[in-house]
C-alpha cells in the first residue's frame, strides 16, 4: 500500500477516536448533570400573607412547578410571623430591593413581587434555567435557617482546575497534529514540497516537474 493511503487511514483512524471520545465524554458530562440535579434541587423562596388572593392563586401554580422541575418551595407566611417578616428583609437586603408587598417570589439573585400570568411564565422560565445551569445561587445561605454558605474552594483546588487540561482540549489538539500531518504527507506526495536526498541534497518529489534537457541545434546526441 503506498504510504500517502497509510497515513489517510491513520488520519481516519485518529478522527473516528477523537469522535468517540467526544460522545462518551458527552455522555459522561449528562450524567454528571443528571446526579447533581437529582441530588439539589433548585431552591424557590415564597413569601406569603394570610387573606392574599394572589398569594392564593400562586399556589397551585407552585405545585405544578415543583412537579415538573427539580425544584424546592420554601415558603413563609410574613403577616402573621415577625421571623419569617425578618427573612423576607434580610433575603431582600442581600438582593437589593425594598419588601413592599407579597407575593414575592425569590430564585437566585433575582425576585418577583406579586402574581400573574406572565410573571408566573418569568419565574418558569427562570427556574428552569437555573435547574439546567446550575450557575444561580441559593438566596438563602447563611440568612434561612438550616440552609449554610457555600464553602469557598480551596486555593489548591483553584491551581488544580487551571493547570488540568480538559480531554476535549487535547483531543482538539491530536486532531489538529493528525490533520496537518496528513496535510505534509499529501503536499509531499504531490511535489509541492521537495524532499531531502540522502547526500544532504534536495530532490523534487514529482516526476512529472523534471525536463529533459535538450541538446543545442547542430550537436549530436550521443
Not at 417570589?105 to 419565574?123: M, S, T
Amino acid at each position: 500500500m503506498p504510504r500517502i493511503q497509510v497515513l489517510i487511514r491513520i488520519s481516519q483512524a485518529l478522527v473516528f477516536a477523537l469522535a468517540l471520545w467526544f460522545l462518551l465524554g458527552a455522555i459522561q458530562d449528562n450524567s454528571a448533570s443528571a446526579s447533581t440535579l437529582s441530588d439539589e434541587p433548585v431552591p424557590v423562596y415564597f413569601f406569603w400573607g394570610v387573606g392574599c388572593p394572589h398569594c392564593e392563586h400562586a399556589k397551585p401554580f407552585l405545585a405544578d412547578l415543583a412537579q415538573r422541575y427539580p425544584v424546592r418551595i420554601h415558603d413563609y407566611e410574613v403577616w402573621r410571623s415577625p421571623e419569617n417578616a425578618n427573612l423576607l428583609k434580610a433575603m431582600a437586603a442581600r438582593l437589593d430591593f425594598q419588601p413592599r408587598a407579597v407575593p414575592t417570589f425569590i430564585i437566585g439573585e433575582r425576585h418577583w413581587v406579586g402574581f400573574n400570568d406572565q410573571l408566573a411564565r418569568e419565574v418558569e422560565r427562570y427556574a428552569a434555567y437555573c435547574v439546567t445551569s446550575l450557575s444561580c445561587p441559593d438566596a438563602g445561605a447563611g440568612i434561612i435557617p438550616g440552609v449554610e454558605s457555600p464553602a469557598p474552594l480551596s486555593q489548591e483546588l483553584i491551581d488544580q482546575e487551571s493547570s488540568t487540561m480538559s480531554p476535549q482540549i487535547l483531543a482538539l489538539l491530536i486532531f489538529g497534529a493528525a490533520l496537518v500531518a496528513a496535510g505534509l504527507a499529501l503536499v509531499i506526495h504531490r511535489g509541492v514540497l521537495p524532499r531531502f536526498g540522502p547526500a544532504g541534497g534536495t530532490k523534487m518529489a514529482d516526476s512529472r516537474t523534471r525536463q529533459r534537457r535538450m541538446p543545442p541545434r547542430g550537436t549530436r546526441q550521443r
